[in-house]
């Protein structure tokens, strides 16, 4: 004999619980290597002003993001690394 009631909250719960899966951005760059995109939020010592920064990293992290809107992915010709700039 089931009790729904306990069985609803478990399954609230799990599903609250359950760590989520984040879809991060990738790319991969001319020499082959995956690159995840990343971000932070600094707070700027001058101002005190709280900004976004992005970044690229060799492996999936929990910072992972989605490319921001209006912003594309350049690579530096010389060591491919990824990163990102306006327009």
Known sequence: FYNFTTWNVKTSLLTILKPKTIMAFSH??????????????????????VQTIYYFSKDSRPTACDKPDGYSVKENQRTGLPFLSKG
């Open 28 to 49: 991969t760059n001319s020499k082959g290597q995956t690159y995840y995109l990343n971000s932070k939020d600094v707070t700027l010592k001058s101002t005190g002003r």
